[in-house]
């Protein structure tokens, strides 16, 4: 036959298989992933056209079922399987399988042909080849590495895909034990090799286990699935042992890959605390892949100030702020700049041009020389003595905006960063960019509640005559959110005092304006003198339509049902009593002069906002010089401790009526554990009396002459009390009061001036009908007393009262010039 010329159809018939020993390698999910040129050419494809095909795409017809029993047990099996050569027509080919597991469990399969022409002879030939050569040939030609070992575990034979691998040559590799050549490329795991190998001699079966070898410094370590199968001789006994290795590199990489992402997800993010977040960041890079890494954060982002994009070229002006550092050595000596410095990083620095670009890039020791030599001497310094030589700097953004600049640096690692590095360098500080982006809004959030509810809190030097005030606000601790608690002391008419406690449902910025809009509205009602018990019915008035006018906008972040929990106390010095409601409130604490100390009983009432129920208000006498301690809930409530234990704690804090607030506030919040979850509020007020001697009271007829007879009576109580400057207006007010009170109101009238820090005037008649300033014209003889009041006053106002109403008008007392 000419040279060149095709091969007779009556030839082609002759050798329908491969040579025997030729091989295909099947993953689990039953894809070709390798195979001998044998194979495909003898079912007419090149070999690189089958290599990722599914195997039962070429199948002809089903295997035998024995065949398919045996596969679906992963056993080994043996038989004839039907195949489809390329142009359509079926082929019969005798296969045996291996099953080989990795680590994980999964499934390979490495399959070869038997019994037929060997390789390198022309079809139907009939001359024999050499033994030997017929070995090596069907040994060379399998794709994967194998070598044959004895009982000694000495190597006798390798094949051509162990020398490429190893890239050893067979005076290298024979005649040294298993996991070892001359080269110095030792395979790590010797032990379980080793045990693996003395169980198959003991055992005769088929045993897998795992290896790895430290590569080039390129390449860095490869990892191998081995499995180590008995050589029998003719009488059965176990005379070697052969190993077929696969390469599994890539699937520990991935697996590694995993499990450094599932490490990050627990430990980087467990906080809302920005440095914090930067620390876990870097820690996890130098336990897994890093020798050294450094967390640098924008300036803007620690202090919280607003943070945009910048626009390209403009990154060099970004101030940074070291935030982490991390090494494998002891106290990062290889650090330059210290955690808290500031500085920036220009264009062309390595880290600029990952700036620049938007993500990470790698860079090598002559790289990371050539810049830093000419720019930073002491950084270079720092590259030599501790042999850096191989960057990843990776920015950290989120939502578009870059946050900082992460640094991996390696130097006790021989092997440089690679491009899988880069790629898990790359998820972990995007990870930790979310998480820091988080904490900085979740950051600005707090510091805008904390300001807004700190604008409308009292301001601490809050004093009333009435009552001695001390109080103390702590908001969540970092993480848990700013709430909706408050207090207020509000002064009312007659010199008693309002004592307003309330906390919000929910935290953020959304429950620090409910509790701003619900304070206004307090302010507001108690401006009107109601009841305590009416004015939790108008506020829960209000809470019920500020829910149905938040109701459109539930979808918005933050939006919910509305509700808050409230306590309105109203304390008259004069009576020396006090009036209580509450809405769903903690129960205020009454602690005596004598020592007693006690909880009020008091009528629970619903929280605000449930509409339809009624509000009940207590009374009870308070003697003076008591405290009495008004809080929310995040004072007795918490995880770490039972209720009952924190209320026998907070009687414990007040059990001592001479200690200053002060120091009392102190002491009751020295009872809080180290971690809050909840805002605390605490008022405490000591009650202070005003005494009969600064007290006047009458009860007038009520007859147009009386007035002259009010003023009279007003004049001798006001020289007693040694305030005759103040007669002239205090006469006019009463004047004008008592004749509005006898034209306008029904008997009895009432007179009463008490001199507290201002001189009140209140004159009470039995008419609901409240009064209102009128605009007299110049002809009218009357319809200016009331305008007259308000010129002359500080303030004025009027109240219902069980019997009717009180018109009252403080006046500003001139001190008494002393005598000469």
Not at 567 to 587: E, F, I, K
């Amino acid at each position: 036959m000419a040279k060149g010329s095709a091969i007779p159809d009556r030839h082609r018939s002759v050798r329908r298989e491969p040579a025997p020993g030729a091989g295909v390698m099947v993953d689990p999910r039953g894809v070709v992933i390798a195979l001998s040129p044998d194979v495909g050419r003898f079912l007419g494809y090149e070999p690189r056209e089958l290599v990722g095909r599914a195997a039962t795409e070429l199948l002809a017809e089903p295997p035998p079922a024995a065949v398919q029993r045996s596969h679906v047990r992963r056993e080994p099996w043996s038989g004839r399987v039907t195949l489809r050569h390329r142009d359509g027509h079926p082929l019969s080919w005798t296969l045996r399988a291996h099953p080989l597991r990795d680590a994980a469990g999964d499934t390979y399969w490495f399959l070869t042909t038997e019994g037929l022409e060997p390789p390198g002879l022309p079809p139907g030939s009939s001359g024999e080849p050499d033994i030997a050569l017929l070995k090596q040939w069907a040994l060379d030609q399998l794709p994967l590495p194998m070598a044959l070992y004895d009982r000694r575990g000495v190597r006798l034979e390798v094949n051509a895909a162990m020398r490429r691998e190893s890239g050893s040559e067979d005076h290298e590799l024979l005649d040294r034990p298993i996991g070892e050549a001359r080269t110095g490329d030792t395979a790590l795991g010797l032990q379980s090799i080793g045990d693996a190998m003395r169980e198959v001699l003991h055992t005769g079966k088929t045993v897998t286990c795992e290896a790895h070898s430290p590569g080039s410094g390129v390449t860095g370590p490869r990892f191998w699935l081995l499995s180590l199968y008995p050589v029998r001789g003719p009488g059965g006994q176990v005379c070697g042992i052969s190993a077929a290795a696969v390469n599994t590199t890539e699937q520990f990489r991935a697996r590694r890959r995993l499990a450094v992402l599932n490490d990050a997800t627990l430990r980087i993010g467990t906080t809302l605390d920005l440095s914090r977040t930067a620390d876990e960041l870097a820690e996890v890079g130098t336990d897994h892949f890093a020798d050294f890494v450094l967390v640098d954060l924008l300036d803007s982002v620690l202090t919280g100030e607003e943070t945009e994009e910048t626009v390209a070229g403009d990154h060099s002006l970004l101030v940074f702020r070291r935030t982490a550092k991390r090494s494998v050595l002891p106290g990062c000596p290889e650090s330059v700049v210290p955690v808290g410095g500031i500085y920036t990083y220009p264009e062309d620095s390595p880290p600029g041009r990952a700036l620049a670009a938007g993500r990470g890039t790698l860079h090598h020791a002559r790289d990371i020389m050539q810049w830093w030599a000419e720019h930073s001497p002491e950084r270079a310094r720092v590259i030599r003595e501790y042999g850096i030589h191989s960057l990843m700097a990776v920015p950290l953004r989120a939502r578009g905006v870059t946050l900082g600049l992460a640094l991996f640096f390696r130097h006790r690692t021989k092997a440089p960063f690679q491009v899988d590095d880069l790629r898990l360098a790359e998820e972990l500080s995007a990870r930790a960019a979310v998480h820091v982006d988080n904490a900085r809004r979740y950051g600005r959030e707090r510091a805008t509640a904390l300001a807004l509810q700190q604008s409308i809190l009292p301001h601490p030097a809050l004093h009333h005559p009435a009552v001695e005030i001390a109080s103390r606000y702590l908001p969540a601790h970092f993480g848990a959110g700013i709430g909706g608690d408050w207090f207020d002391v509000i002064p009312l008419s007659g010199a008693r005092v309002a004592l307003v406690v309330g906390d919000v449902v929910g935290h953020g910025i959304t429950a620090s304006a409910t509790m701003g809009r619900l304070c206004t509205a307090v302010r507001t009602l108690a401006d009107v003198d109601l009841a305590p018990d009416e004015l939790l019915t108008h506020l829960d008035d209000l809470v019920l339509l500020m829910d149905r006018d938040d109701t459109d906008d539930r979808s918005a972040p933050g939006s919910g049902e509305v509700g808050a929990s409230c306590l309105y106390a109203v304390y008259d010095p004069v009576s020396r009593r006090c009036t209580v409601a509450r809405a769903g409130h903690p129960l205020p604490v009454l602690a005596t002069p004598d020592g007693s100390v006690r909880f009020l009983d008091l009528p629970a009432g619903p929280l605000l906002g449930l509409g339809g129920l009624p509000f009940e208000a207590a009374e009870f006498a308070v003697p003076e010089g008591s405290v009495l301690a008004f809080y929310t809930d995040g004072l007795i409530e918490s995880p770490a401790r039972d209720v009952d234990e924190a209320c026998d704690l907070l009687r414990a804090a007040l059990a001592d009526p001479g200690l200053p607030l002060e120091e009392t506030c102190d002491r009751a919040l020295g009872m809080l554990p180290d971690a809050r979850t909840d805002d605390v509020v605490l008022l405490l007020t000591r009650t202070r009396a005003l005494g009969a001697d600064r007290v006047a009271t009458w009860e007038l007829p009520s007859e147009p002459s009386v007035v002259a007879l009010a003023r009279e009576l007003a004049c001798e109580r006001l020289a007693t009390w040694q305030l005759e400057d103040a007669a002239f207006v205090a006469e006019l007010v009463v004047s004008e009061l008592v004749t509005n009170a006898i034209r306008y109101g029904s008997p009895p009238v009432h007179l009463r001036l008490i001199r507290d820090t201002a001189l009140i005037c209140e004159v009470g008649d039995a008419s609901s009908t409240a009064p209102h300033l009128k605009r007299a014209r110049l002809s009218d003889e009357g319809g200016r007393g009331l305008l007259i009041v308000a010129q002359l006053s500080r303030r004025w106002g009027s109240r219902h009262t069980r019997s009717g109403k009180t018109i009252w008008a403080e006046l500003p007392l001139t001190p008494q010039l002393p005598t000469p």
